[in-house]
């Protein structure tokens, strides 16, 4: 029998570090081959299953990624733009798969996630769920058959501690819509309607974003037109579908050539 791939998770003490140690743990296709916290965190040098309050899995949390990546397939990272940038270029000397599910990136950040990916598989989402990813393409063909007379809103909430506002969901729902209306999003969003009078510009597509509370994550794309609306609609209730997600993708990008892919690609919904 083959051995299974290796993951390792970065961010393991973070909200989605700890869920993805779970689902790589319980995937029964794939073998914890680290678990990677900050500098100087308390998890350093203890089993990673026994911080977490749970059962040992026999992988001591490290605060160094160079030494698991030697032995891993993959790794996986729900972190900050400026961790994954760093992590993205280690990943390529390893020439494992990155599968990225941070979101917040700048540009700059992107440039280099798209030189390390010339050298191995990177899968970046915003979402990892699959009904998210099934709302995407949905969203799209609704715009592509409305006309600009139907105003488009994406509206989303989230749990206190996000920092990053619109979610990255959000932005791939407008991003969608706007190819469904054959423009890029950089030319109809409309980010700033709540800080300025007056009625919305034809074809906009405006965002808002909800934070509060311990919401997974909730998304809205509303088309309005004079006398009707549709309001397609996701509602998270589970982290575990978002580390699913990104344990099916390390897996998925075992046997592909280097390249930038999405979960649209994983999901097979191109
Ligand atoms: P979090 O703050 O709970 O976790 C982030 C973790 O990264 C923290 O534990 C932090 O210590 C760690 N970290 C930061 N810098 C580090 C460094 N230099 N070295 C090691 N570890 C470092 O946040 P979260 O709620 O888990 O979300 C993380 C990211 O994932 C965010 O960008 C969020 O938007 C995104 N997210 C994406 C999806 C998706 O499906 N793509 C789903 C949920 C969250």
């Known amino acids: 029998m083959t051995e299974q791939p290796g993951i390792v ?6 909200r989605m570090g700890r869920m993805l140690v779970q689902a790589v743990a319980e995937s029964g296709k794939a073998r914890l081959a680290g678990a990677v916290v900050r500098p100087g965190h308390a998890w350093v040098g203890q089993d990673i299953g026994t911080a977490m309050g749970g059962p040992a899995l ?13 032995r891993a397939q993959a790794v996986i990272d729900f972190t900050t733009p ?3 940038t760093e992590v ?16 917040g990136f700048e540009p700059a950040h992107l440039e280099k996630i798209s030189a390390a990916a010339r050298h191995a598989v990177v899968v970046r989402a915003g979402n990892m769920s699959l009904g998210v990813n099934l709302l995407v393409g949905l969203t799209r063909r609704v715009a592509a058959v409305l006309g600009t007379d139907w105003d488009i809103d994406v509206v989303e909430a989230h749990h206190r501690h996000k920092i990053d506002a619109p979610s990255g969901t959000a932005l791939m729902l407008g991003e969608a819509a706007a190819e ?3 423009k890029s999003l950089e030319d109809l969003q409309d980010m700033t309607r709540m800080q300025r009078r ?6 906009s597509i405006g965002f808002s974003a909800i934070r509060g509370g311990d919401v997974v994550g909730e998304h809205d794309v509303i088309f309005a037109s004079p006398g009707e609306r549709i309001v397609l609609r996701h509602l998270a209730t589970d982290r575990g579908i978002f580390a699913r997600g ?4 390390a897996l998925w990008g075992q046997d592909k050539g280097p390249g930038e892919y999405d979960m649209m690609d994983v999901l097979g919904l191109k």
């Open 180 to 182: 469904g209306r054959g």
């Open 58 to 70: 026999g992988v001591t949390v490290t605060d160094e990624l160079l030494e698991p990546m030697a």
């Open 9 to 14: 998770i970065t961010g393991a003490a973070g």
């Open 246 to 249: 990104a344990v099916a993708a």
């Open 82 to 84: 400026e961790l994954s």
């Open 88 to 103: 993205a270029a280690v990943a390529a000397q390893a020439r494992a798969v990155h599968v990225i599910g941070t979101t």
């Open 198 to 203: 007056g009625a919305r510009a034809e074809g």
